[in-house]
Nanobody
Framework: VQLQASGGGSVQAGGSLRLSCAAS????????MGWFRQAPGKEREFVAT????????RYGDSVAGRFTISKDNAKLTVYLQMNNLKPEDTAVYYC???????????????WGQGTQVTVSS
């Protein structure tokens, strides 16, 4: 299984970015995909997760109301629309896949390579 994330970049505070993550691999069968992030010197943080079937979502407290996770089942791709970005959103964002909608990164089976998001004030 491979998770290919894209869409990171630099933006000013208040701006928006959209991340994408495409899953591939003949054995891919996980029920859930999502995003975590890690800023320098900080612990890894849960951002959002979505279930392939039904589209149920879950968000971390720090991004709820600003970020939206969505999916395209046909493309095996999930998206993270990030609005009203803040400098504290600066981090490397990782795409993940698993079977449970948990905030614990250890419960996810596969991780993508990460994409940098930088928000300047």
């Amino acid at each position: 299984v491979q998770l290919q994330a894209s869409g990171g970049g630099s933006v000013q505070a208040g701006g928006s970015l959209r991340l994408s993550c495409a899953a591939s691999g003949r054995t891919f069968s996980n029920s859930v995909m999502g995003w975590f992030r890690q800023a320098p010197g900080k612990e890894r943080e849960f951002v959002a997760t979505i279930r392939w079937s039904g589209g149920r979502t879950r968000y971390g407290d720090s991004v709820a109301g600003r970020f939206t996770i969505s999916k395209d089942n046909a493309k095996l791709t999930v998206y993270l629309q990030m609005n009203n970005l803040k400098p504290e959103d600066t981090a490397v964002y990782y795409c993940v896949s698993g079977d449970y909608m948990k905030a614990d990164g250890g419960t996810y089976d596969f991780w993508g390579q990460g994409t940098q998001v930088t928000v300047s004030s």
